[in-house]
């Protein structure tokens, strides 16, 4: 659950949820509404995010029960998952840096081609910003007949 200043979405030029142009799969980049929103909201350096990570929510009634156990049905995480939990996220916070690193220059790389590949020559075709480039992975989903591929 998350809470924070609503106002942004008020009005006819609200804030709305998005999606990355569709000219940047061309370019092998995705990326999530969910990060965008944030991106795209002018109060966030001022007023902040609150994020409620004991809220758990699930998209089916078998999961919910596995990430919400009733009284006697054991916890979850269970403590192992805790233990473990930690010292993975350790781990990932000193080596994540360099995949951090690496990503960022190839999504910074391919988002300046792509805003170059708005203009040719001296003609302005499209004026191509992305707003929040934090919010974009090197990753392309192509839709397959059993569901979401990664390519």
């Not at 949820?17 to 940047?24: A, I, K, Y």
């Not at 990326?31 to 089916?60: M, Q």
Request: charged share 25%; hydrophobic share 35%.
């Amino acid at each position: 659950m998350m809470v924070f200043e609503a106002s942004p979405f008020y009005g006819t030029k609200g804030l709305r949820f998005r999606g990355v142009d569709d000219t940047l799969s061309a370019f092998h980049v995705e990326g999530s509404e969910c990060c965008l929103i944030h991106a795209d909201n002018p109060l966030r350096d001022t007023k902040g995010v609150f994020v409620n990570p004991s809220v758990r929510v699930s998209y089916n009634v078998s999961i919910y029960g596995v990430i919400n156990p009733t009284q006697g049905e054991g916890r979850w995480p269970t403590k192992w998952d805790m233990v473990t939990g930690v010292w993975a996220n350790r781990k990932a916070r000193w080596t994540g840096w360099i995949v951090l690193r690496t990503e960022g220059a190839v999504i910074r790389k391919r988002l300046s081609k792509w805003a170059k590949q708005g203009s040719k020559g001296k003609q302005q075709l499209e004026e191509r910003r992305e707003p929040g480039p934090e919010c974009l992975v090197n990753e392309l989903q192509v839709l397959f007949y059993n569901g979401w591929n990664h390519v």
